[in-house]
């Protein structure tokens, strides 16, 4: 326990206590005097720099022409005069390698001269490019340990920012990754290439619906970030969750969530205390936050900014996660990121909110008043429709990883079957397009609330649908299944490059039925018509989390991948090659890197479970346990509640020692040498082998004596705030 307290201590060593450590920063006015302060906005930028740079920068910034070098080091003088003025010391190039966080490299302002003094130097080559070590970094093979050259590049459509610490501030520049012979190492750059293709493709078919105002379509993101809270006094005596992020040990507890009612509960002061200082912060970033509130598990929450271009939106993302992290430990907590950190309840998702919309402030997902009428709108959502039935595979494999497994068909969590919930209005109206029948039965009006005291709220079109992975909910779709920890750069990077394709596929298609002296008004119908009879099958208005659903799935012939490996096996089919070649956002190199590190990341994830289960089990669980029985063998047969209790632990101490050394067998045999074989095997035997290790544990802790028990319970983690 000693060893214990001394860890503890370490923790919190460098923690600013007391009053020092929390926000005295008035919240009255954060809209108008904080908001953006640590941004260097377009406007901010537009009034240090002369006409003709700006203009430049403008079209780099709104219609995405090429970078012109000449005006870089304008550009990096009027960044370092700003950082400077905001206190940054040193500037780095902040990116998103594959390891799913993003990563940076400081360097100073200050640069040592020859008469012994110093100048504060940052130009045009130091904005545009850095040259990071690129062997260091998941690659997939795509560069060799000694081939170590990487490039970070200037992405100008997402500002700068300065990220604050205790001692000072950095300037940070968001940038691409991509080695030297090109190839993206990163999150950003595909999303980038997405973003442009979803671009093009949807300009074009606007031009069908007589749009030309429009310049640039963007994907648009709001998501939603789920966490859980924990006082580091208990994380810190948790060797599971420092190592692993989730807890491989814990008896359910009496009470989880049955009472339902964490759920939009009071906030407690302290966790409200904490949500007030990640919001300031997040708002001197840019980063419009909205909602906060309680989730449904105990000691679970909820933070939500509102919509954004995605490239910002996964920007903001990250750097959502990062200041969840950091300012837990001000408050003496944790926050906890992993997509299932306790068995028995809630696990958390990432709900990405996604739609498009024209540079003019149309979003093309929007149904307007009548959506039966509004074709545009029925246009994109069939394209929406098409490509999620037929990339049913990219989708899941864009969620795959060993922590979402345990969340994904959970009855908490959409199922590992991709499907789409429409509303019954959406539906209906697809239905009739199909059957010819014209007009609608369901219609939008009034909700009556039961009393006179509360006034009609109008109807929306659509239930919502919570089982659902894949769901619209009025202007969007809400994509679930996206889990807690993971970047939403990828998600996002798939789902604009399938609906990329479904537009241009349907564009032709329309284009096609004019030529054949069909009016536009019939071309598209007979379009809407055709496509959503091919694919209706992937609309599913239901319980997503029911067994009947599973059934129902398979006989309408759709994909049910439960796991991670099974997702990724399909990566690089044939048909994703030649989706993602066709536009541009992965090459066959950089997608069977990106389905190597999958495997990679799968194996070490899990054998590191393994290994840390092994580890507490030994020497922290099982010598509780016999130091308890021991304690009860001194008593003897005092009694026959001594005689029944020794029994029952004797018999649950040998299940447990059974179960450890199949679990040291499993984790000694890694199933081969190459990573495949490596991530087969941990899924089919060290996962079975821990769980078999976890249940035996459980069971001990409900009749071991606290005082021998060596772990926090659930019930201290979870409802000690």
Request: proline share 5%.
């Amino acid at each position: 326990m000693n060893q214990d307290v001394d860890v503890i201590t370490a923790g919190r060593n460098w923690r600013m206590n007391g009053k020092n450590g929390v926000s005295t920063t008035p919240v009255t006015d954060l809209a108008s005097e904080v908001f953006a302060s640590d941004v260097l906005t377009t406007e901010e930028l537009r009034q240090r720099v002369s006409k003709p740079v700006w203009k430049s920068l403008l079209a780099t910034i709104e219609r995405g022409e090429p970078i012109d070098p000449a005006i870089a080091d304008t550009v990096a003088l009027a960044m370092k005069t700003w950082a400077m003025e905001k206190g940054a010391t040193h500037y780095t190039h902040w990116f998103q390698p594959l390891t799913g966080a993003t990563a940076e490299k400081h360097d100073s302002f200050i640069t040592p001269t020859s008469d012994s003094s110093a100048i504060y130097q940052f130009g045009g080559k130091d904005l545009i490019q850095g040259e990071p070590d690129a062997s260091s970094f998941p690659s997939g093979g795509l560069r060799a340990t000694f081939e170590a050259r990487g490039y970070t590049a200037w992405d100008p459509t997402s500002p700068a920012f300065i990220m604050r610490h205790s001692n000072g501030a950095t300037l940070c520049i968001p940038t691409a990754f991509v080695s030297w012979t090109g190839e993206a190492l990163d999150l950003k750059t595909p999303l980038l290439r997405s973003i442009e293709a979803l671009n093009k493709a949807a300009l074009k078919a606007l031009q069908l619906f007589g749009v030309t105002d429009a310049k640039k379509v963007s994907s648009t993101l709001g998501a939603e970030q789920e966490y859980f809270l924990i006082d580091e006094e208990f994380y810190f005596r948790r060797p599971d969750l420092v190592m692993t992020g989730r807890t491989l040990f814990g008896a359910k507890p009496p009470r989880g969530q049955e009472l339902e009612d964490h759920y939009f509960g009071s906030i407690p002061d302290r966790v409200l205390s904490f949500m007030t200082d990640v919001e300031r912060q997040l708002y001197a970033l840019g980063v419009p936050v909205k909602t906060r509130h309680n989730e449904v598990a105990p000691s679970q929450y909820e933070i939500a900014p509102i919509f954004e271009h995605s490239n910002l939106a996964a920007d903001h993302q990250q750097l959502i996660m990062q200041t969840l992290r950091n300012t837990a430990r001000r408050y003496g907590m944790v926050a906890l990121l992993h997509e299932k950190p306790f068995a028995g309840i809630n696990g958390s998702g990432k709900h990405c909110n996604w739609s498009m919309g024209t540079d003019t402030g149309v979003n093309l997902l929007d149904p307007g008043d009548t959506p039966h009428e509004n074709m545009q709108f029925l246009f994109f959502c069939a394209a929406v429709i098409r490509a999620v039935d037929l990339h049913q595979d990219l989708l899941r494999i864009s969620v795959a990883s060993a922590s979402n497994d345990h969340r994904l068909g959970a009855n908490e969590a959409p199922p590992a079957i991709m499907s789409i919930f429409l509303g019954a209005e959406l539906t209906d109206i697809f239905e009739r397009i199909v059957s010819g029948k014209g007009g609608s039965r369901k219609k939008a009006g009034l909700l009556g609330l039961g009393t006179p005291v509360l006034p009609p709220l109008p109807l929306h079109s659509g239930d919502r649908n919570r089982t659902s992975p894949f769901a619209f909910t009025g202007n969007k779709f809400e994509f679930r299944a996206v889990g807690s920890s993971q970047s939403i750069s990828f998600p996002i990077t798939v789902l604009n490059t399938i609906v990329a394709e479904s537009v241009e596929v349907l564009t032709a298609q329309v284009e096609a039925a004019m030529k054949k002296k069909k009016s536009f008004e019939d071309a598209l119908s007979e379009v809407l018509k055709e496509t959503y009879k091919k694919h209706r099958r992937i609309i599913f208005n239901g319980d997503g989390y029911s067994e009947a659903w599973h059934q129902e799935a398979k006989r309408r012939g759709l994909l049910n991948l439960r796991t991670t490996l099974e997702a990724i096996e399909l990566f690089n089919s044939k048909k994703n090659l030649e989706l993602f070649s066709k536009y541009g956002v992965l090459n066959q190199r950089e997608l069977e890197a990106r389905q190597e590190i999958m495997y990679d990341q799968y194996f070490k994830t899990v054998n590191i479970e393994g290994e840390t289960t092994e580890w507490v089990a030994q020497t922290q669980i099982l010598p509780g346990v016999l130091a308890y029985l021991a304690e009860l063998t001194a008593l003897g047969a005092s009694s026959q509640a001594a005689t029944r209790t020794i029994e029952q632990v004797a018999k649950a101490a040998d299940a447990l020692s059974d179960a450890l050394e199949e679990l040291k067998k499993q984790n000694a045999e890694l199933g081969g040498d190459d990573v495949h074989s490596k991530a087969y095997h941990v899924r089919d035997n060290v996962l079975p082998a821990m769980a078999a290790v976890r249940k035996a544990a459980d069971a001990l802790e409900r009749i071991v004596a606290d005082k021998h028990w060596p772990l926090p319970s659930y019930r201290e983690m979870l409802f000690v705030k």
